[in-house]
């Protein structure tokens, strides 16, 4: 029954790239045989699908699937693969997406189950279900990543400046300037939000350039000495 609750899980073997290269193609391929072969044991062939070298979807009934189903299924795909030249673990993040709550069409739900695994990829987690805070973080990845030039053309950029005194004199001897992003809709921004975006919009020097200018030119860094730790800036 198509109209019935339906469950889409995005299935990431995390090391398979790092397999090839050290075990060789062949290997990688036998991973492949063997994730196929695990994923079908819980659902239908017809149901299972690779979408990518290291990229698995299974798509099935819920009413197929049990209670603790999840760990179940990260269990089953996360153990010892036996390849040619030895035993191997596999490194398995999983995102999940229930229809018709995380939506209805195939394609929604696999998109919000893709987003499921990059949270629990980035949280160290085994696997996790779509919710709304990850719809929440992925809407405002989406707005930065759309005004992330218009920082710059709109003047929304700022700097707080964080003096640093000499415990001997108990004066100011340096000043360490840190960006802030003034986002008209999501508020003041630490540099933690957008730090990835700029980079992969290739803004990161523009960024640089903003910023030492707008810092030597402020009188309140005159005779003292200006720190811009890029590191802890951005």
């Given amino acids: 029954d198509s109209s019935a609750p339906q469950i889409c899980v995005y299935i990431k073997v995390s ?11 062949r290997n990688a391929d036998i991973v492949v045989q063997t994730m196929g072969g695990r ?3 819980n659902a239908p062939a017809e149901r299972c699908f690779r979408l990518s070298h290291d990229v698995f979807m299974l798509y099935t009934a819920d009413s197929q ?7 179940q299924l990260h269990s089953q795909l996360s153990q010892t693969a036996h390849l040619e030249y030895g035993n191997c673990e596999l490194q398995v993040v999983m ?3 229930h ?4 939506g209805q069409r195939l394609d929604i739900l696999c998109k919000h189950a893709e987003l499921a695994a990059l949270a629990a990829e980035r949280q160290g987690k085994a696997f996790q279900h779509y919710n709304e805070e990850i719809a929440e973080a992925n809407r405002q990845e989406t707005l930065i ?4 030039y218009k920082a710059f053309t709109n003047k929304e950029l700022v700097i707080h400046y964080q003096p640093q ?3 001997q004199t108990g004066q100011v001897s340096a000043v360490e300037a840190l960006v802030r992003w003034e986002h008209p809709e999501l508020g003041l921004l ?8 700029l980079e992969q919009q290739n803004l990161l020097g523009k960024l640089t350039e903003w910023l030492l200018d707008q810092a030597i030119d402020n009188p309140f860094v005159n005779d003292v000495v200006l720190i811009c730790d890029l590191q802890k800036v951005f």
Avoid at 99 to 102: G, L, N
Avoid at 145 to 148: E, F, L, P
Avoid at 191 to 196: A, E, I, Q, S, W
């Fill in 15 to 25: 090391n398979l790239n790092q397999i090839t290269e050290r075990m060789g193609s």
């Fill in 39 to 41: 994923l079908t044991l």
């Fill in 65 to 71: 699937v049990g209670e603790g189903f999840a760990e």
């Fill in 95 to 97: 995102g999940i997406a």
């Fill in 99 to 102: 229809s018709p709550t995380h």
């Fill in 145 to 148: 990543s759309q005004t992330a």
């Fill in 165 to 167: 005194l000499n415990l």
């Fill in 190 to 197: 630490g540099p933690d939000t957008f730090l990835d975006t």
